[in-house]
């Protein structure tokens, strides 16, 4: 039986783990840098006055980008564990992007109820509850918005960026002084963490197979939501 489980896991692509390592170094030294960035030229961050500000951006990264890149390789990073423990892993990650997230848009009293919107949206993907066959049409959608939301916020963090970067300094910006070129190495990097995460997730062999067991549970509960009885096949 030990030998038959074994035989029946799913290999990992060799070039996978140092994808997966080198996108997790990318990122934790993103949010260590915007964190760096911050304490150094900025004041750092408070819960009240001016710098209750700097929370945003720090947050943005930490939810918005690094927690939800992460949420994304879900199912690329655990690929014979049981479906569910991956879907709740999934679903936490990006319930805690999303908390993390609105702190730091109430900091900058910046509340968007799109990004709720679009949590909402894929949030019954969580529940067993949901009809197998509309989450079956639905994955395709979730998978494209879920690596689009990703990418813009990604986006959205070079432009604010740039921006705080460009208020600040002025001309000065082009002059190589040492807040720009920390803001500059921290943009590289957040579009080293972005690429490395979208290309994992664009490699199709690297998709996380369907076990014989999930496929077999997936048939039993499209049986017992859609009304028909197993006696009857």
């Not at 408070?46 to 943005?60: D, I, K, R, S, T």
């Not at 690929?79 to 609105?102: D, P, Q, S, W, Y």
Request: proline share 3%.
């Amino acid at each position: 039986l030990e030998g038959g489980s074994r035989a029946g896991l799913a290999a990992t692509p060799g070039a996978l783990p140092y994808y997966v390592a080198f996108s997790q170094l990318l990122g934790l030294t993103v949010v260590a840098m915007t964190g760096a960035w911050l304490g150094l030229y900025r004041g750092g961050i408070a819960w009240e006055g001016a710098l209750q500000f700097n929370v945003h951006p720090l947050c943005m990264v930490i939810g918005l980008i690094f927690l939800q890149g992460d949420a994304l390789l879900v199912y690329r990073v655990f690929r014979n564990e049981a479906k569910r423990t991956t879907k709740v892993l999934h679903g936490l990650l990006h319930v805690f992007a999303f908390i993390i997230a609105l702190v730091g848009e109430s900091r900058a009293q910046l509340l968007s109820d799109s990004k709720m919107g679009a949590k909402a949206r894929s949030s019954f993907f969580l529940f067993p509850g949901a009809s197998f066959s509309l989450r079956g049409r639905y994955r395709p959608q979730h998978v494209f918005f879920g690596a689009t939301i990703f990418l813009l916020s990604v986006g959205t963090a070079l432009l604010g960026l740039k921006e705080a970067l460009l208020f600040k300094l002025g001309a000065k910006y082009s002059t190589f002084g040492a807040e720009g070129v920390l803001g500059n190495v921290l943009g590289l990097l957040l579009v080293g963490f972005g690429g490395t995460v979208l290309y994992i997730l664009r490699r199709s062999d690297w998709k996380r197979p369907p076990q014989a067991e999930e496929q077999a549970l997936s048939m039993d509960f499209k049986t017992l939501t859609e009304g028909d009885s197993p006696s009857s096949q």
